[in-house]
């Protein structure tokens, strides 16, 4: 069991992750017609890359939390965990803004809200498990790319 145990925290980390992709999922699939429609900015990736790309960083933020979090949930950890749990809620916020709602300007304060928060939480990280901070660091950059894309989007389109 105790082999066993590391494993399951792992796979909770990483199934926790994967929540914000279900919060968004319907509101994409609903409303791909209306964000093919839009002008888009260049370098805009294809539909799949987005999936890609998501997929990997939600495994890459589920790893940096096992990190963080897999030994146990301490006093220490409490304000870590809570940045931790409102960088995936913020994530989960942002697609059924910006698809669900249609608002391109909406979802771009949210992005500066989880961009900021995500540096607030890396930090936080660095403190408690230089690893997982590092993790964190493609999720950062792809963040400031979607923000490229979301001010692109809304400038185009206003």
């Avoid at 998501?54 to 870590?80: C, E």
């Avoid at 809620?89 to 900021?116: Q, S």
């Amino acid at each position: 069991m105790k082999r066993i145990l590391p494993f399951l925290k792992l796979l909770f980390w990483l199934a926790l992750c994967q929540l914000p992709a279900l919060a968004g999922a319907r509101a994409v699939q609903a409303n791909l017609g209306w964000y093919h429609a839009l002008a888009l900015p260049p370098f805009t990736p294809p539909d799949a890359l987005f999936g890609l790309a998501w997929g990997v960083l939600y495994i890459l933020l589920g790893t940096a939390a096992f990190l963080a979090f897999g030994r146990g949930l301490s006093l220490s950890a409490r304000k870590p965990l809570i940045l931790f749990i409102v960088q995936l809620a913020l994530n989960a916020w942002w697609t059924p803004v910006f698809f669900g709602r249609r608002d391109p300007a909406a979802a771009l304060l949210i992005l500066a809200l989880m961009l900021a928060e995500g540096v607030w939480l890396a930090y936080a990280l660095w403190r408690r498990n230089r690893a997982a901070a590092w993790l964190l660091l493609p999720y950062g950059l792809w963040l400031m790319y979607a923000a490229y894309l979301n001010i692109g989007v809304w400038a185009l389109n206003a």
